[in-house]
């Protein structure tokens, strides 16, 4: 079983539209959820952390952690074009300071 | 905040010569600093914990005779590519935390004929 696992799509979403991401991860112990967005050629731009159980909303886009199930999501409400991207999800698994463990990403499109 | 460098953003090298990558924080310091790198559509395999003042941590599989890390302030850690070969070719990332969060560097294209 991977660490972190996400669908890797492709993941197709109207423009306007709502787009649900979700991600998985294996241990218990994992602190700290953060969520990255990378566009082709480019590096990650972070987006989100979350460290609690519930939902932490940033403008267009809500973190949803449930410790219990082991479950990250990231919702972008109102999808634009320009939000066609992979999403990365990252996990501090455990205790291992900063080190993050990366789910391979789900490549979501927006179509117009 | 939170600004991460690298350099140079592309670079293109004869086979059996060495590359240095720099990556920098601009407005924090970091103790710690990572080294990943990343094939087209595949996804980022970190190659090395960099923390100042000590040697880097590898992952598995990384040699470190190959990939010579040097993390020698608070806001800069090289990574030195040593007689590059094609299968090198790759986009590097270096990512640096100022608390439990990485930033990551634009990233250096690296291109190895």
């Known amino acids: 079983q991977k660490e972190v696992e996400q669908n890797s799509g492709p993941l197709s979403v109207p423009e306007g539209a709502i787009a649900s991401l979700n991600c998985t991860y294996s241990?218990?112990?994992?602190?700290?959820f953060f969520w990255y967005r990378q566009y082709s050629g480019k590096s990650p731009e972070l987006i989100m952390s979350?460290?609690?159980?519930g939902d932490k909303e940033d403008g267009r886009f809500t973190a949803q952690l449930n410790k219990a199930s082991q479950y990250v999501s990231l919702l972008i409400r109102d999808s634009q074009p320009s939000d066609s991207a992979t999403y990365l999800c990252?996990?501090?698994?455990?205790?291992?300071?900063?080190?993050?463990?990366f789910g391979t990403g789900t490549r979501l499109t927006i179509i117009p | 905040g939170a600004v991460v460098s690298q350099h140079p953003s592309r670079v293109i090298c004869k086979s059996g010569t060495s590359v240095k990558i720099e990556c920098r924080s601009l407005d924090f310091q970091a103790t710690t600093m990572f080294w990943y790198r990343q094939f087209p559509k595949k996804s980022l395999m970190l190659m090395a914990t960099?923390?100042?003042?000590?040697?880097?941590?590898?992952e598995q599989g990384v040699e470190k005779d190959k990939f010579l890390i040097n993390h020698a302030s608070l806001t800069l850690s090289t990574l030195t590519v040593t007689s590059a070969h094609p299968e090198d070719s790759s986009f590097y990332i270096c990512s640096a935390t100022p608390t439990d969060t990485q930033y990551f560097g634009p990233g250096t294209r690296l291109t190895v004929l």
């Open positions: 990252a996990v501090n698994i455990g205790f291992r300071n900063e080190k993050l463990t």
């Open positions: 960099s923390n100042e003042g000590s040697k880097a941590t590898y």
């Open positions: 241990d218990r112990g994992s602190q700290s």
């Open positions: 979350i460290y609690s159980n």
